[in-house]
């Protein structure tokens, strides 16, 4: 059964995916729109966030080894990222994989929570044994299955776009140099966390490679390009905090 608690950490993700489709439509039609709505969706992630991470971690603990874990697991770093996000100006892009991962966990929680209230179970496989979920539901949660990796993808190619914007937002003073230095430290931390983003670098990386010694390109941008990836290798094996958590919630 659903506690309160649990109903505060799916209000976090509907509230989000309510704010942030309105913002996003707003961005995909060229509209204006307050930012109001931007603002809104990051504290829904930031209730959501909070809620997993105060039931992961219990009360908090003035010491190292408490803050090591802390920082290591990939809630906090989500947590951390949505209040960068919420008090900086809006980065509409940033938005996106936050909206992923509470559109999975919405229907999740309505699935099991939301529909058995409202819709009647199935009959049971056998006699005597305990009654099938309904359908709809059935239905609901293979579609959530067949595609959370896809969509895990999606999130991780994502990331690194919202990177690239960033960088660049910097270079052209739109947004603050902090930015980017603040999501490399994520990235970088994403990197040893999760597959999906090595996956996801494999292939920036190819493609950058391929096109920076394209016959057409000139020399020296494959000269600049080998040079910034030496260094971001040389970066990236700096040491990381170990794994703990493997999912987002």
Same mark, same amino acid.
């Given at each position: 059964?659903?506690?309160?608690?649990?109903?505060?950490?799916?209000?976090?993700?509907?509230?989000? =995916?309510?704010?942030?489709?309105?913002? =996003?439509?707003?961005?995909?039609?060229?509209?204006?729109?307050?930012?109001?709505?931007?603002?809104?969706?990051?504290?829904?992630?930031?209730?959501?966030?909070?809620?997993?991470?105060?039931?992961?971690?219990?009360?908090?603990? +003035?010491?190292? %080894?408490?803050?090591?874990? *802390?920082?290591?697991?990939?809630?906090?770093?989500?947590?951390?990222? *949505?209040?960068?996000?919420?008090? @900086? $100006?809006?980065?509409?892009?940033?938005?996106?994989?936050?909206?992923?991962?509470?559109?999975?966990?919405?229907?999740?929680?309505?699935?099991?929570?939301?529909?058995?209230?409202? =819709?009647?179970?199935?009959?049971?496989?056998?006699?005597?044994?305990?009654?099938?979920?309904? +359908?709809?539901?059935?239905?609901?949660?293979?579609?959530?299955?067949?595609?959370?990796?896809?969509?895990? $993808?999606?999130?991780?190619?994502?990331?690194?776009?919202?990177?690239?914007?960033?960088?660049?937002?910097?270079?052209?003073?739109?947004?603050?140099?902090?930015? +980017?230095?603040?999501?490399?430290?994520?990235?970088?931390?994403?990197?040893?966390?999760?597959?999906?983003?090595?996956? %996801?670098?494999?292939?920036?990386?190819?493609?950058?490679?391929?096109?920076?010694?394209?016959? @057409?390109?000139?020399?020296?941008?494959?000269?600049?390009?080998?040079? %910034?990836?030496?260094?971001?290798?040389?970066?990236?094996?700096?040491?990381?905090?170990?794994?703990?958590? %493997? $999912?987002?919630?």
């Amino acid at each position: 059964m659903a506690t309160t608690q649990h109903y505060l950490w799916a209000g976090g993700h509907f509230l989000l =995916l309510l704010s942030g489709f309105r913002y =996003l439509l707003a961005w995909i039609m060229f509209k204006s729109v307050s930012s109001w709505w931007y603002k809104a969706s990051f504290l829904g992630a930031l209730m959501s966030y909070f809620i997993v991470c105060q039931k992961a971690l219990g009360v908090p603990q +003035p010491n190292a %080894a408490y803050v090591r874990k *802390a920082l290591a697991d990939e809630n906090v770093q989500y947590f951390l990222l *949505a209040i960068f996000w919420w008090t @900086s $100006r809006p980065v509409t892009i940033a938005l996106l994989p936050y909206f992923v991962f509470s559109l999975f966990h919405a229907l999740t929680f309505t699935r099991t929570s939301l529909m058995p209230q409202f =819709l009647p179970p199935g009959p049971p496989l056998a006699a005597g044994g305990a009654p099938q979920p309904h +359908p709809l539901a059935k239905k609901l949660h293979l579609w959530v299955k067949a595609n959370y990796d896809t969509a895990m $993808r999606i999130v991780a190619i994502t990331e690194l776009v919202i990177f690239a914007r960033v960088l660049f937002g910097a270079l052209l003073l739109r947004n603050s140099l902090m930015m +980017p230095l603040v999501y490399a430290n994520f990235l970088h931390q994403r990197y040893f966390h999760s597959q999906f983003t090595r996956d %996801a670098i494999t292939i920036a990386d190819k493609r950058i490679t391929d096109l920076s010694n394209h016959p @057409s390109v000139p020399p020296v941008v494959g000269q600049v390009w080998t040079r %910034a990836r030496e260094l971001v290798v040389r970066w990236g094996g700096s040491a990381v905090i170990e794994p703990a958590a %493997a $999912r987002r919630d």
